[in-house]
């Protein structure tokens, strides 16, 4: 329980202040600024990490969680409590923000930009989230990230895919994140791919490290 706590902590605080700062910038008209919300999800994913990485492996993702199961590095039976708390976190953060900034349209969901067609979002989106997965399968202890590389590295690729990535997709990465805004605001138009592409994402990631790496990626002591 003082894992799964943990991981709702944890996704609750990434969410409340990642997509909080989508929602201050959108209804401040810009304040924050595109590269304030990128530093932002980087900080708060580092901070995370640093705080619950010794309890709960500090994944707060469904697709971060489905990738060390399939590298059997975390137990499936463990896969689906740990879903339902991460996505009880961001349903949480959402709502928070939704009775803070009810003006607010779209409470940082995420979406394709205009022009930018769904099915490039999705490559896109599976794209982000396989260097994410990479990154955190190679600075990790078994399913966990723990210490200062791991709160470092994962939080640094997340600010860089954010910024460069962010204006095409919103740069989720992350199916429990665009799951919550998507269902509060009411625009699930794209959520799809949202929840699909993060997943393919990062078991592709975890077949290019076995391919690498051996037998490393499958093992808890790595």
């Not at 949202?194 to 077949?207: D, N, Q, T």
Request: net charge negative.
């Amino acid at each position: 329980m003082k894992k799964l706590i943990a991981e709702l902590v944890g996704t609750f605080s990434m969410v409340f202040c990642g997509c909080g700062a989508m929602t201050v910038n959108e209804i401040t008209g810009g304040a924050v600024t595109h590269v304030g919300i990128a530093i932002t999800w980087g900080l708060i994913v580092m901070a995370m990490i640093y705080a619950f990485g010794e309890i709960s492996g500090a994944h707060f993702n469904p697709a971060v969680t489905i990738g060390f199961a399939f590298a059997k590095r975390f137990s499936w039976k463990d896969v689906p409590m740990y879903i339902i708390f991460q996505i009880l976190g961001a349903f949480l953060a959402i709502t928070i923000l939704w009775v803070l900034f009810p003006e607010s349209q779209s409470f940082g969901h995420t979406y394709p930009a205009d022009g930018f067609e769904p099915y490039k979002a999705f490559i896109l989106e599976l794209l982000l989230t396989f260097f994410l997965m990479v990154v955190i399968i190679n600075v990790s202890t078994g399913s966990k990230e723990i210490g200062t590389m791991a709160a470092i590295a994962v939080g640094a690729v997340i600010l860089l895919e954010a910024m460069f990535a962010g204006p095409m997709t919103k740069a989720s990465m992350n199916p429990a994140r665009s799951l919550a805004p998507a269902v509060i605001s009411g625009n699930l138009q794209h959520l799809w791919l949202y929840l699909s592409a993060p997943v393919i994402g990062a078991i592709l990631a975890v077949i290019s490290c076995k391919l690498v790496k051996d037998d490393q990626c499958c093992n808890e002591d790595c």
